[in-house]
DNA sequence: TAGGCCATCTGGTCCT
DNA sequence: AGGACCAGATGGCCTA
């Protein structure tokens, strides 16, 4: 287990960017123009408008009630394809968003009240990948100044502070910003599980 | 009110 | 032909 000092962040993750409020999951809302095109098939009409077809020497053809009905089934089939394609992108989405959750999971930042974005999300998940491969790569024990610079490089100032606060370095208010060991606690990082721990000092 | 973030729809492209 | 993936467009929600 390496052991990892407690030490300050620099006064450059000051927070004057988005907030990281949780993010309510948007209710599928209805689509008048779905609805529209469901209803009146809005592609028909460039197939339906023309009762007849052109024929040779550019007299109109009648078509055939029969060939109506072909049309119409296959602009069904067509819509039926588009709404199935949809559920099918929902469902990937839905995929896609249940695995930045695991990822959540495991990188270290956790909030109650809040919810990292997906892009700070990634980018975390990608300096904490870094910062343990360097600390398995060079098998030193890394400040913790460092270690979190590593974490927040490229991440908002709330999520630094985040970050900070996940790892027990406390935010005092006040300009300019000043971080400082909160309690009695050392840091792990426990090279099993790659995840940081905390134990306190007696 | 602007800007950030999000879910969803959609059409294009690639692959099987 | 049909599914997966992708990027652009759109509109809603929320916060500073």
């Known amino acids: 287990m390496l052991q990892v000092d407690m030490l300050s962040l620099p006064s450059s993750f000051r927070t004057s960017w988005t907030s990281n409020q949780p993010v309510k999951p948007v209710k599928p809302e209805p689509r008048p123009d779905l609805d529209y095109m469901l209803k009146t098939g809005r592609e028909d009409e460039r197939d339906e408008e023309e ?17 109506k009905n072909q049309s119409q089934a296959r602009l069904d089939r067509v819509r039926l394809r588009r709404i199935e394609a949809n559920a099918r992108e929902r469902n990937r989405m839905h995929g896609l968003n249940k695995a930045l959750d ?34 398995l790569h060079s098998g030193q024990t890394p400040d913790l100044l460092s270690f ?3 974490l927040c490089k490229g991440l908002s100032p709330p999520t630094s502070n985040l970050v900070a606060t996940c790892l027990q370095v406390h935010v005092h208010g006040g300009d300019p910003l000043v971080l400082y060991p909160a309690n009695q606690h050392k840091y792990h990082i426990n090279l099993h599980t790659h995840r940081v721990g905390k134990q306190h000092v007696h």
């Open 102 to 135: 695991s990822l959540r999971k495991v990188v270290p930042c956790c909030s109650k009240t809040s919810k990292l974005s997906k892009i700070e999300t990634l980018r975390l998940a990608k300096n904490y990948i870094w910062a343990l491969s360097q600390i």
């Open 148 to 150: 979190v610079h590593t």
């Open 51 to 67: 009762e007849g077809e052109e024929g040779e020497g550019g007299c109109l053809r009648r078509r055939s009630p029969g060939k």
